[in-house]
Structure formats: structure tokens, C-alpha cells
T-cell receptor, first 113, second 114 residues
């Protein structure tokens, strides 16, 4: 039944050690998003893919990268995690942008030691 | 640029009482409006959305919201809450132009008291 799957649910990494979070979807949606959510804050859009077209938000640090090798999978790479990158990372998908419902995964909680 | 304001960070309410969660938006164009709910340790789930047409929108779990263009508001209501409604609620806005980015508010934590 799971439509948007994120692995792992919890990730612990060390300061400066690269980490990759993964997201997969069974909905065959065109759009995949990565959000960063810190405690008591709004989900913050980092970037999204519309099919293979990558769209970065202007204020997303260069430390954050993403890959979408096929329709089903999308990865978030954090090249050198800092303490400030500890957060919940949410993946979402939608059929199209704008008016379409976004379907969210359960999130990956990242802890940086 | 569009933005969303949720003035209430926390709303405590007794079980079976009515509740209203407030949302105001800012946009220079027509908008799409959404309410999402987030249960603990889970992702967000759509409650309802306004795209056009009737200003009263009904969603899942007995929630409804009313779009008020003159007041730029999209408040969420439920006539009688249950313990299971305890969660965080996010209002969001998207404009039909550009690449239609969705902007989320900071959320309102609804705590239902038995």
C-alpha cells in the first residue's frame, strides 16, 4: 500500500561525513520534491524534479544535491553535513505541479553528531 | 511572492468541542489553497484544497474550510473534535503561474483534551 517510501527512517551521521537519503514512489508521478523540516517550522522546499528537469531553490545550500535516476527513485545527498542540517527530510510526489495534491513519505530524521 | 501566516502555533480544545484553525495568505494573484495534517512521526497528508468554485470546501475526517478572498483567509473548521485529531496542521498556498511552488505555513498544533 505504501506509495512514497523513504529509507532509512532514522539516519545518524558524523559531522562532515557524506550521507544519502532515498525516496521511492509507486504512483508514477512526474514531480518529486525534497523538503527540510525543522522542529516547529514549516517544511522548506530544497528542490524538486519535474520528470528529469531539476529545479533548485535559490536559498538551498550547495551542500545539498539530488539525483533522480528514474521515475521511481530520488536521492538527497548531503556532501558535508553540519550540525545545522539535523532535521526531518520529507520526500513528496505529485502528478503535476501547483494544484495537484502532494503525497508525502514518512520522512527521514537525520541526526548529525 | 506568496506567503502564508498561521497565527496560532498551538490550539488546545476539549474533545467534542468545535475548533477553528486560522490561515491568512498573501499573494498578488489568484491562488490554490491547501490544508495538510501531520500526525506524529509521519509525513503530511492532504485534508482538503481549494482550487476554484464554491468557497466552502469539505475534506476528510469531518474538516471543512472556507475561502474568503476579501479577507485573504482560508480557515479550517471542525464542529466536534476527537482525540485522534491531535496533530499538526499546515496551511499552504500555490499560485497558478510560474512553476507553481507550494509554500507552507509554520503549522498549528491542535491538542485535543479528553
Amino acid at each position: 500500500d505504501a506509495m512514497v517510501i523513504q529509507n532509512p527512517r532514522y539516519q545518524v551521521t558524523q559531522f562532515g561525513k557524506p550521507v544519502t537519503l532515498s525516496c521511492s514512489q509507486t504512483l508514477n508521478h512526474n514531480v518529486m520534491y525534497w523538503y527540510q523540516q525543522k522542529s516547529s517550522q514549516a517544511p522548506k522546499l530544497l528542490f524538486h524534479y519535474y520528470d528529469k528537469d531539476f529545479n533548485n531553490e535559490a536559498d538551498t545550500p550547495d551542500n545539498f544535491q539530488s539525483r533522480r535516476p528514474n521515475t521511481s527513485f530520488c536521492f538527497l545527498d548531503i556532501r558535508s553535513p553540519g550540525l545545522g542540517d539535523a532535521a526531518m527530510y520529507l520526500c513528496a510526489t505529485s502528478r503535476e505541479r501547483g494544484r495537484e495534491t502532494q503525497y508525502f513519505g514518512p520522512g527521514t530524521r537525520l541526526l548529525v553528531l | 511572492a506568496q506567503s502564508v501566516t498561521q497565527l496560532d502555533s498551538q490550539v488546545p480544545v476539549f474533545e467534542e468541542a468545535p475548533v477553528e484553525l486560522r490561515c491568512n495568505y498573501s499573494s498578488s494573484v489568484s491562488v490554490y489553497l491547501f490544508w495538510y495534517v501531520q500526525y506524529p512521526n509521519q509525513g503530511l497528508q492532504l485534508l482538503l484544497k481549494y482550487l476554484s468554485g464554491s468557497t466552502l470546501v469539505k475534506g476528510i475526517n469531518g474538516f471543512e474550510a472556507e475561502f474568503n478572498k476579501s479577507q485573504t483567509s482560508f480557515h479550517l473548521r471542525k464542529p466536534s473534535v476527537h482525540i485522534s485529531d491531535t496533530a499538526e496542521y499546515f496551511c499552504a498556498v500555490s499560485d497558478p503561474g510560474g512553476y507553481q511552488k507550494v509554500t507552507f505555513g509554520t503549522g498549528t498544533k491542535l491538542q485535543v483534551i479528553p
